[in-house]
């Protein structure tokens, strides 16, 4: 069984690189601001620092200093699974009727950055949970080079003011990277 979601859409795109652009939020309002680039763990990191450094110069606003658990580079985070978060998964697998996706420490925890690059990032949704469906993409070499890009705070005052008012900085923070990276004049 096959489902359209967002790493089906994509799949099928043919596109070589995934841009996911989010505004990020925390319960205590305020307490936190910045930048936060997401990235796969196994691969070369200079994107990401790029994404993280040109919004940053450009939109003047600061990297996020919110999860030094995954921080790699100032702006640049590599979320994983956690040993306990594995477990919980296997165990709600087998609670809902299906045998215990195929999970490391390794694998990359956020489904935008996991799912749309197949093996490379051990994309696991394979359809054995009828509900979600199957990837397209799980199991490929054809995957797509996927960043999840977190340019702001929207509860904070700060972040959600310059997004607002400074949003050309924003785009050509991210524009500036993808022709910097790409070669593209």
Request: cysteine-free; aromatic content about 10%; charged content about 25%.
């Given at each position: 069984?096959?489902?359209?979601?967002?790493?089906?859409?994509?799949?099928?795109?043919?596109?070589?690189?995934?841009?996911?652009?989010?505004?990020?939020?925390?319960?205590?309002?305020?307490?936190?601001?910045?930048?936060?680039?997401?990235?796969?763990?196994?691969?070369?990191?200079?994107f990401?620092?790029?994404?993280?450094?040109?919004?940053?110069?450009?939109a003047?606003?600061?990297?996020?200093?919110?999860?030094?658990?995954?921080?790699?580079?100032?702006?640049?985070?590599?979320?994983?699974?956690?040993?306990?978060?594995?477990?919980?998964?296997?165990?709600?697998?087998?609670?809902?009727?299906?045998?215990?996706?195929?999970?490391?420490?390794?694998?990359?925890y956020?489904?935008?950055?996991?799912e749309?690059?197949?093996?490379?990032?051990?994309?696991?949704?394979?359809?054995?949970?009828?509900?979600?469906?199957?990837?397209?993409?799980?199991?490929?070499?054809?995957?797509?080079?996927?960043?999840?890009?977190?340019?702001?705070?929207?509860?904070?005052?700060?972040?959600?003011?310059?997004?607002?008012?400074?949003?050309?900085?924003?785009?050509?923070?991210?524009?500036?990277?993808?022709?910097?990276?790409?070669?593209?004049?």
């Amino acid at each position: 069984m096959q489902k359209s979601g967002k790493a089906n859409v994509i799949g099928r795109s043919g596109a070589k690189y995934v841009f996911s652009v989010h505004l990020n939020s925390i319960e205590e309002p305020n307490s936190e601001s910045g930048v936060e680039i997401y990235a796969p763990s196994k691969m070369n990191l200079d994107f990401a620092k790029a994404f993280a450094d040109n919004i940053v110069k450009y939109a003047n606003t600061n990297y996020s200093t919110l999860n030094p658990t995954y921080k790699v580079a100032n702006g640049v985070y590599v979320r994983t699974f956690k040993a306990s978060e594995i477990e919980n998964s296997a165990n709600e697998a087998r609670a809902k009727g299906y045998k215990p996706y195929n999970i490391t420490e390794d694998t990359p925890y956020l489904y935008m950055v996991r799912e749309t690059g197949g093996i490379a990032t051990g994309a696991y949704v394979d359809g054995r949970n009828e509900k979600v469906g199957r990837n397209v993409l799980y199991n490929s070499n054809i995957g797509l080079e996927a960043y999840l890009l977190e340019i702001g705070y929207i509860n904070n005052d700060k972040d959600l003011r310059n997004i607002l008012n400074n949003n050309s900085g924003y785009v050509r923070g991210i524009v500036e990277t993808i022709k910097e990276h790409l070669n593209i004049d």
